[in-house]
């Protein structure tokens, strides 16, 4: 599945996620209990370096139509130079 992801007041995307897999952890985690795995070869499709937003709130749309919003938990590069990571969900997924 893909996703964008955009800064709040933002009408562009600050990256373009070509691969997330949403993952849901056990009852222990009742505040966020959804983290975002990412793969993307454009974190930082604008010209806003994502890393260094990484306390803020951001909005993250599915290509499925469900919205989220996320802060950035994890941020790292694979052997390939791709940008993988996690994001952590604040709330619930919407439709």
Do not use: W
């Not at 306390?55 to 919205?67: F, H, P, Q, V, Y």
């Not at 590069?77 to 709330?91: H, Y």
């Amino acid at each position: 599945m893909k996703a964008m992801l955009y800064l709040p007041n933002k009408a562009e995307p600050v990256a373009v996620l070509e691969e997330v897999e949403i993952v849901h952890f056990n009852q222990n985690n009742h505040a966020s209990p959804y983290r975002i795995n990412y793969k993307s070869t454009r974190l930082n499709a604008g010209k806003t370096m994502v890393e260094m937003e990484r306390d803020s709130k951001m909005t993250l749309k599915l290509e499925d139509g469900r919205t989220c919003n996320v802060l950035l938990q994890h941020s790292s590069f694979d052997s390939k130079g791709n940008a993988v990571g996690v994001l952590r969900v604040l709330g619930d997924i919407a439709n």
